[in-house]
């Protein structure tokens, strides 16, 4: 076990909707990283907070937005969802920078958009 | 792109054999970290190996690194069944506060 958690598991929704992915990261972690993976793109970076601010943004779509709260969980915001946004979404925590300590991975949200 | 290339997509093993996985990547990195991804789960570390070191051990894993061929290998001794999984090389780039990851090895170990 990680120690990081993310809810939901599964998620199935139509085209033009919007979802909200959220993790916990592991006790201590600061830092928080989302990354998308798909059977074409691989694992896509899109974006990372330390300590409540956005602190490194990669390939994320407008349509996407995050934040980190105060209690250090965070939040993935998906809207006007295309077919092309399934995918599994994966959130990680890290103790310090990652010049130093591995990512911590949870089990990841599986988005199915119809 | 900063992204690495893991080679081979995918290997097919008996128990017992040896697995050699590499990983290729275009610009300086800081560190060069090996993951385990086993199907539809998060990602495991399993080693970072920093731009000054040659050479890590963990267990049956020994990792290489050849920063003047921007290279790196992974390779399982005495494989398993149980080490069927993905395999994935991430690096972390100078000015860069993220990881960035290949697109894996499929490693199958049949019995």
């Known amino acids: 076990d990680s120690g990081v958690t993310q809810t939901p598991k599964h998620l199935i929704t139509a085209t033009g909707q919007r979802v909200t992915l959220r993790c916990s990261p592991r006790?201590?972690?600061?830092?928080v990283y989302w990354y998308q993976q798909s059977l074409d793109q691989g694992l896509q970076f899109l974006i990372q907070?330390?300590?409540?601010?956005?602190?490194a943004k990669g390939n994320i779509l407008e349509r996407f937005s995050a934040q980190q709260f105060p209690d250090l969980h965070s939040e993935l915001n998906l809207s006007s969802l295309e077919l092309g946004d399934s995918a599994l979404y994966f959130c990680?925590?890290?103790?310090?920078?990652?010049?130093?300590?591995?990512?911590?991975f949870g089990n990841g949200t599986r988005l199915t958009v119809t | 792109s900063q992204q690495g290339e893991e080679d081979p997509q995918a290997l097919s093993i008996q128990e017992g054999e040896n697995a050699t996985m590499n990983c290729s990547y275009k610009?300086?990195?800081?560190?060069l970290q090996w993951y385990r991804q086993n199907s539809g789960r998060g990602l495991v570390h399993l080693i970072l190996?920093?731009?000054?070191?040659r050479e890590k051990h963990s267990g049956r894993l020994r990792v290489t690194l050849d920063t003047s061929k921007k290279s790196s290998s992974l390779l399982i001794t005495a494989s398993r069944a149980a080490d069927t999984a993905s395999y994935f090389c991430?690096?972390?780039?100078?000015?860069?506060?993220?990881?960035?990851f290949g697109k894996g090895t499929m490693l199958l170990v049949s019995p």
């Open positions: 990680a925590s890290s103790a310090e920078d990652v010049s130093n300590s591995p990512l911590h």
């Open positions: 006790s201590g972690d600061l830092s």
């Open positions: 907070y330390y300590n409540g601010e956005e602190r």
């Open positions: 610009t300086s990195i800081n560190n």
């Open positions: 190996i920093r731009s000054n070191e």
């Open positions: 991430a690096t972390k780039h100078s000015g860069y506060s993220t990881l960035t």
